[in-house]
């Protein structure tokens, strides 16, 4: 297992960003599961073991104990933000949700600057809080003003961005030494055991029985945790993490575009210009390179 040097290459950059598109179609697949939401959330994590287990089950036996408790506690943190998410519907507008679980920066920043030492310049900064606005601006005309209504789900929304930036960061630091294919593995452990506790205090076990009840949880699998969340992970070892959590901000972006390719959901002016807000403060967040005596050099961000 090798230590990773994190070079913030633009490859891993736009990696990032098409792994946010993989992620963003959870929200489709999830509208069209018939299973009640924590079992949607089950199935997705069971369903991947099949497409992982030939990849990483001889590299996850050589684990140390240490380790295998680490990754499994970041199954936990991921478990945790499924639940916490689906929940937060039923209490709070779609667009209340989307913000506040994606409010990871507040929780990566902080931990990355003062417990991970990475640097953080003006630069940065300015382009997080561009970035911020951008979302705002984005969702600015669904977002419900009563707070004090939809404070329940708001909070839900909220913890829902912590647990996720605990998982973020539990594999940000794993990545320096662990394959990305056997801490997904290895993971699940974490994951389905809160999702199974989960279920059956609240929902009950729910068995897809047709094959239009398991197809979304396969696309969930498939396309949201392996190509996803998988791919997510793998650039974590690449990228670091203040970056990361702030490109994982465009994903009401990808959302609002495939509301208007796939649901023919028309974007407002708000929508495109929060859109382009985004995409503009992710622009300046990002490690930009600069040329130096014929070698490429990365400013530290």
């Not at 478990?79 to 990566?108: E, G, M, R």
């Not at 495109?272 to 050099?297: C, D, M, Q, S």
Request: charged share 15%; with cysteine; proline share 4%.
């Amino acid at each position: 297992m090798r230590t990773i040097e994190r070079k913030n290459e633009l490859r891993y950059i736009l990696l990032i960003f098409l792994a946010i598109c993989f992620l963003a179609t959870g929200g489709i697949f999830v509208k069209m599961s018939t299973l009640p939401p924590i079992n949607t959330a089950f199935y997705r994590v069971l369903f991947s073991i099949p497409f992982l287990l030939p990849f990483s089950a001889k590299q996850a036996r050589k684990l140390t104990r240490k380790q295998g408790i680490i990754i499994i506690i970041a199954g936990i943190f991921l478990a945790l933000d499924l639940i916490l998410w689906n929940i937060s519907f039923k209490y709070t507008t779609v667009a209340n949700a989307n913000l506040f679980a994606n409010l990871t920066p507040f929780t990566v920043i902080p931990i990355s600057y003062f417990i991970f030492k990475e640097k953080i310049n003006k630069q940065f900064l300015l382009g997080a809080v561009i970035t911020l606005l951008g979302v705002v601006v984005l969702l600015s005309g669904k977002i419900s003003p009563n707070f004090v209504y939809t404070m329940k789900g708001d909070g839900l929304a909220l913890l829902t961005s912590i647990f996720y930036s605990g998982f973020l960061l539990t594999v940000y630091k794993l990545r320096e030494r662990i394959n990305t294919n056997v801490i997904m593995l290895v993971s699940t452990i974490g994951s389905l055991a809160v999702l199974s506790i989960a279920m059956y205090f609240t929902e009950g076990f729910h068995f897809p029985k047709t094959l239009n009840e398991l197809l979304p949880l396969v696309g969930l699998a498939l396309i949201s945790q392996i190509f996803g969340q998988g791919l997510l992970s793998y650039c974590l070892g690449n990228v670091n993490a203040t970056i990361s959590s702030i490109i994982t901000l465009t994903q009401p972006v990808v959302a609002a575009v495939y509301s208007f390719f796939i649901f023919s959901e028309h974007l407002t002016l708000n929508e495109i210009i929060g859109i382009f807000i985004t995409l503009t403060g992710v622009y300046y967040a990002k490690k930009i390179p600069k040329k130096r005596n014929g070698a490429l050099e990365y400013d530290e961000n």
